[in-house]
């Protein structure tokens, strides 16, 4: 009922805003044979606001928050704070310090914004777009084969033993051993999605037996979605007890905030490897650091942390059954053709009026 009324208030809206050429501002960096693109397809009937001057520098490719130095003079900033007060269509949200207010007031024309992020929940109470009638479009999908290799590397990495692998060679030892092998071991993914299914998918051709946390998925859709088997919250401590590995891909919300406690931990397999590529919040990190301390967690791979970057003063960083590395585990060089790709098809849904076929809508009232 709430989603009809808002697409009722949207499509009155919509009536005057179609006579009009609408402002798309791209706010984040973004190669110009992409905007150019976007260009293309909008043609007149788009004002695609690209300024070069007022982004930060790529710090690598896929960079969508620049150099952390960057600062913008006073004319600058004036150009700035006047794109994005007037832009019916927004590339991505820029990083929170840049923007005049925190509580969407900056963008008083705004009707959907594209991020290039797919856990963008926190950040949307932040801004209080809930109580507007922004859409909002996110990456969604776009990270989940990147994000599955991570966790197969990091799978690979724990169950082969490559640690003591390189350890013989720094050694120059020469010395045979039993391994072992990913077949018949189970691993257990929190949040049965886009990036849980690839995961499953890659998992099930090493011979892995998949099981999956969802708060809505049926067994029987899970079955056929390629999982073993589906178990629901309150039966998360006895799948802890025999998962060999545990891949945390859930959105963060207040249902998930530390989601794994220490009671969790304590009910895991012992040696079991924990990968999160969630969110750090997701994890109480004191209760995982006493958990990897006395070995009852075997190994953690972590792509994010409770606070980013990481302080250099955290236990994680000398903890030798840690892995870490600096939120980068989805970002590959083809996500920005990928984004566009969702960014054009969805500009369309809005110029022709159909905002209910657009793709990877944000839910305000999920949270993801």
């Known amino acids: ?27 984040t960096p973004l190669e110009t044979v992409y905007v150019e693109k976007i260009r293309s397809v909008g043609g007149k009937r788009v004002e695609v606001v690209y300024e070069p001057d007022l982004l930060p520098d790529r710090r690598y490719a896929a960079d969508h928050k620049g150099a952390e130095n960057f600062k913008r003079n006073d004319e600058q900033l004036s150009r700035w704070f006047k794109h994005l007060a007037s832009a019916d269509f927004l590339w991505d949200i820029p990083p929170l310090e840049s923007l005049p207010s925190k509580d969407g007031s900056w963008a008083p024309k705004l009707k959907w914004v ?29 990270h989940a084969a990147p994000l599955s290799e991570y966790v197969m590397m990091m799978t690979l990495n724990h169950i082969k033993r490559f640690d003591h692998l390189q350890n013989e060679q720094n050694k120059r030892q020469w010395k045979r051993y039993c391994g072992e092998s990913l077949r018949g071991k189970c691993v257990t993914i929190i949040g049965a999605g886009e990036v849980g299914d690839r995961i499953a998918k890659q998992c099930k ?14 067994k029987e859709e899970g079955i056929r979605r390629g999982y073993d088997s589906v178990f629901y919250r309150e039966n998360m401590k006895d799948v802890m007890a025999y998962s060999d590995v545990v891949v945390l891909c859930v959105p963060h919300t207040a249902a998930t905030e530390h989601m794994i406690d220490k009671p969790i931990f304590e009910s895991m397999k012992r040696g079991c490897l924990l990968v999160n590529i969630a969110r750090g919040q997701v994890i109480d990190e004191e209760a995982m650091i006493e958990a990897l301390l006395s070995k009852k967690l075997g190994a953690a791979a972590l792509d994010v ?7 250099s003063n955290s236990p994680l960083w000398d903890l030798p059954n840690v892995f870490i590395s600096p939120h980068s585990a989805s970002t590959v060089g083809e996500e920005n053709g990928m ?25 305000f009232s999920e949270g993801y």
């Open 1 to 27: 009922m709430k989603s009809s009324l808002f697409w009722l208030r949207w499509n009155k809206q919509w009536n005057k805003f179609n006579k009009m050429t609408a402002k798309a501002f791209i706010s």
């Open 114 to 142: 594209q991020t290039t992020s797919s856990g963008v929940g926190q950040l949307m109470e932040t801004l209080k777009f809930k109580s507007s009638n922004i859409v909002v479009t996110t990456a969604k999908g776009v």
């Open 205 to 218: 051709n090493f011979g892995m037996y998949v099981s999956a946390m969802s708060r809505t998925l049926t």
């Open 305 to 311: 942390t409770s606070i980013e970057p990481l302080p």
């Open 339 to 363: 984004i566009v790709d969702i960014f054009i098809h969805n500009m369309e849904c809005m110029l022709n009026g159909t905002p209910n076929k657009m793709k990877n809508k944000f839910d």
